[in-house]
C-alpha cells in the first residue's frame, strides 16, 4: 500500500512514540517525511530505525514552544521537501500533579509546548499546505480532553484547546483545501505515558506518590488486550492524512480500544 507516494509530509514529535511510529508508517507507504523533534537523540533513533528509507527522510530539530525555532524548522522541512501535503502535530509532553500543587510555571509550560506549539507549526506550516496537493493536517487530542483523567488538569486543557482549534481550523480553511482533524489516543503505550521516550518532551506522567488509583478504574481498554503500541495510532493518523480520509475534516477520532464507550 502506497498511499504516500509523491506527498510530503512533516511530522513533528517524530523522536518517540507515536510520532515516530507515524513516521515510519507514512515511510513505509512511500511518503518523504520530515521528522522534527527537540531531542537529537530520539532523532537519531527514528533515523536509525528508518534506515531502509534514508533517501526519503529527513530530520530537523524544532522547539515547538518557540516561535523563532518553530518559524526556522518549518521553512528547513519545507525546503527539504520542496513543498508540504500533511502535517502531523504529535509533539507534546505530559505533566502530573495535585491540581492544588500545581505552579503556574508547570501549568503554563504544558500549554505553551501542546497548545501555543500546535498552533506555531500550523500557522508556519499553512502557507505550503496551502500550495499542496490533498492538504491534510492531523492534530493530537487526547482522550483527557473530554474524559475525566485526574491529575492532568494542564494536560487536560491543552488537548481540549487542540480540539477546539481544530474544528475552528477545519471551517476557515475547508474552502481553501485543507482538512483539518485530530485523533484521541487513550490506554497507548508510548514514551508519553511509560516515560521510555528518548525525547525530553515525553517523559512519563509521574502520578503523585499518594494518587488514588480508583480514579483510574476506568481507564483499561474494553477490548481486554492491555494498552496498545504507538503503531496503532500511527495507522489512524496514515489514513487521516491520505486520500482515504478525504471526507473527513472538523472532527476527531477516538483511539482507545474502547475505554471510553
Do not use: C
Amino acid at each position: 500500500m502506497n498511499r504516500y507516494e509523491g506527498r510530503r509530509a512533516l511530522i513533528t514529535g517524530g523522536g518517540s512514540g507515536i510520532g515516530q511510529a507515524t513516521v515510519l508508517r507514512v515511510l513505509a507507504e512511500g511518503g518523504s517525511v520530515v521528522a522534527a523533534d527537540v531531542s537529537e537523540r530520539g532523532l537519531r533513533d527514528t533515523a536509525e530505525r528508518a534506515a531502509g528509507y534514508a533517501d526519503r527522510l529527513t530530520t530537523v530539530v524544532i522547539d515547538v514552544a518557540d516561535e523563532t525555532s518553530v518559524r526556522a524548522g518549518v521553512a528547513a522541512a519545507t525546503a527539504a521537501l520542496g513543498g508540504l501535503d500533511v502535517l502531523v502535530n504529535a509533539a507534546g509532553i505530559l505533566r502530573s500533579s495535585h491540581s492544588h500543587e500545581t505552579s503556574l510555571e508547570e501549568f503554563t509550560r504544558v500549554l505553551q509546548v501542546n497548545l501555543v506549539g500546535t498552533f506555531l507549526v500550523i500557522r508556519e506550516a499553512i502557507p505550503a499546505l496551502l500550495a499542496g496537493r490533498d492538504a491534510a493536517v492531523v492534530n493530537f487530542s487526547s482522550t483527557s480532553a473530554v474524559f475525566a483523567h485526574p491529575y492532568m488538569a494542564a494536560y487536560a486543557a491543552s488537548k481540549g484547546g487542540i480540539q477546539s482549534m481544530t474544528h475552528a481550523l477545519a471551517s476557515e480553511y475547508a474552502s481553501r483545501g485543507i482538512r483539518f482533524t485530530a485523533v484521541q489516543p487513550g490506554s497507548i503505550s508510548s514514551g508519553m505515558t511509560d516515560g521510555s521516550g528518548a525525547s525530553g518532551l515525553s517523559n512519563g506522567p509521574g502520578l503523585p506518590a499518594d494518587a488514588d488509583m480508583s480514579l483510574f478504574a476506568k481507564l483499561s481498554p474494553a477490548l481486554g488486550q492491555g494498552f496498545a503500541g504507538p503503531e496503532t495510532v500511527a495507522s489512524v493518523v496514515a489514513m487521516l492524512g491520505s486520500r482515504d480520509g478525504a471526507f473527513i475534516t472538523g472532527t476527531e477520532i477516538r483511539v482507545d480500544g474502547g475505554t471510553h464507550f
